[in-house]
């Protein structure tokens, strides 16, 4: 078992520097209030980032102005996206693209379909993708967009007809080299076919306008599997840190989808033992690891069904379903935390069930999966902590490398993908880890990835004047 604390001093330090603001940050973080005072998550956001770069500003009063700059989104596209149901009803749903920074790159990022999605959720999750970018070390500026349509419980027909609504109306805001988006919630081959082909369509070119494709038409292999073995790639740079491996380790995942299963399959890769896996409808617990033959099952109810866990059948005899999301799957033991499925699932008091079960280790496969009241727990304990916008760069790199390939009209091998997608793993943790020492805050990979994922940028904008 692996020690709690990395660093008690590490601990004591970041009780006193994560405390509260100091005055620039304090006016900073009020000029995002000022503006979006009801946009909760990406204030969450901007909260996270401005504490880590505390440091940065103190050193530079420069970078506080050009980050005052990079809070704004330089573009926000919003549109109706009419269709019409099975039944010949009329629905329409709100779209959204923010192309939030392109500096060092096209926009890059997910599109989301779920019933959550605002403009807060997208502006937090474009304002994070330009930091996770710049970590992939690839040329990708940050983007984001959805809409509160669900797929769940549609027919294809139905999601085929918003998906080609939709993309009638984002076709003219985005290109191979202007914005390319990507799948995210609710978001998979079935819908990054669909909103292909009516790009397509409209614009009459077939480019690599979207990643995430299926491989008979410019996908790349690994690409769904990118941010579950991204996560778990990253999750050991962290073991190996500290003199550890992932083997014997007990992992609890939560999510049920493409991040978590894949999670999961790497997870059995690296002889790790996946306990948990988790949706809306309630989690599965097995305390002596979820196997193979489970995880396929879940995978076939998840991704060909389409169904929630409440429908899993698999359990071994010691097996244990629970239903709801009241306690879910940080009420059990475990060494490691993979939150796998969407924002803020860990608050507080999960992260305090976390660690006084003995979890020393949290690696996001999600994005902004803790509160930020979450992190405070993890940094008081010493819990080794690898942020979403580190540990899940997998999927948005190996889309990079998609882009890559479609440029070029070639595809690489699954080998070659996966190779590369290590390294890619590799690098981003080198990079939080080394910057991190650099600043005086070793071994935080959140003050760590937040500053070297920011002045990659704010450099490049420097350069490039006020735009």
């Excluded at 999966?369 to 948005?396: C, F, H, I, R, W």
């Amino acid at each position: 078992m692996l020690s709690r604390a990395v660093s008690s001093s590490l601990a004591s330090l970041l009780g006193s520097r994560f405390a509260s603001f100091s005055p620039v940050g304090e006016k900073l973080y009020a000029v995002a209030k000022g503006r979006d005072p009801n946009q909760p998550e990406f204030l969450q956001a901007v909260e996270e980032v401005i504490k880590s770069l505390e440091p940065v500003f103190k050193r530079d009063a420069r970078y506080a102005t050009i980050f005052e700059r990079l809070l704004e989104p330089e573009r926000v596209i919003q549109f109706r996206v009419p269709w019409v149901d099975d039944k010949g009803v009329e629905r329409v749903n709100r779209g959204f693209r923010v192309q939030y920074n392109s500096a060092i790159g096209p926009y890059k990022g997910g599109l989301r379909l779920a019933s959550h999605v605002n403009l807060s959720v997208i502006k937090f999750l474009g304002f994070e993708q330009i930091f996770k970018n710049s970590l992939t070390t690839l040329p990708m500026g940050g983007g984001k967009g959805g809409s509160d349509f669900d797929p769940h419980g549609k027919s294809d027909v139905e999601v085929m007809r918003f998906c080609q609504s939709f993309m009638t109306e984002l076709y003219r805001h985005i290109g191979p080299n202007t914005d390319v988006p990507a799948g995210d919630i609710g978001v998979g081959k079935r819908e990054v076919g669909y909103l292909f082909g009516q790009y397509k369509r409209i614009v009459n070119a077939f480019e690599g306008v979207l990643t995430g494709k299926a491989l008979e038409f410019g996908g790349s292999l690994i690409r769904p599997e990118a941010t579950g073995y991204g996560a778990v790639y990253f999750a050991s740079e962290m073991m190996k840190s500290v003199g550890k491996g992932l083997k014997g380790m007990k992992v609890a995942v939560s999510g049920a989808g493409n991040v978590a299963q894949y999670a999961v399959e790497k997870l059995l890769d690296e002889n790790a033992i996946p306990v948990t896996m988790g949706d809306t409808s309630g989690h599965i617990y097995e305390p002596e690891g979820i196997t193979r033959e489970q995880l396929a099952e879940v995978m076939h109810l998840v991704n060909v069904e389409r169904k929630k866990l409440d429908s899993f059948k698999g359990l071994s005899k010691k097996g244990v379903y629970t239903p709801g999301l009241k306690t879910r799957v940080w009420v059990h033991k475990c060494d490691i935390a993979m939150p796998c499925a969407t924002q803020n699932e860990i608050e507080k008091e999960h992260a305090i069930m976390l660690r006084d079960n003995g979890c020393f280790a949290v690696v996001e496969g999600a994005n902004m999966p803790s509160t930020n009241e979450a992190v405070d727990v993890y940094q008081e304990a010493g819990m080794m902590y690898g942020l979403g916008k580190a540990a899940n760069a997998g999927g948005v790199a190996v889309s990079g490398l998609e882009m890559s390939q479609n440029s070029m009209r070639y595809s690489w091998t699954r080998d070659e993908v996966d190779q590369k997608l290590r390294s890619i793993m590799h690098t981003i943790h080198k990079n939080a880890y080394d910057t991190a020492s650099e600043w005086g805050f070793p071994g935080n990979l959140q003050i760590g990835a937040n500053i070297a994922g920011f002045l990659k940028v704010a450099h490049a904008m420097e350069v490039q004047g006020t735009v």
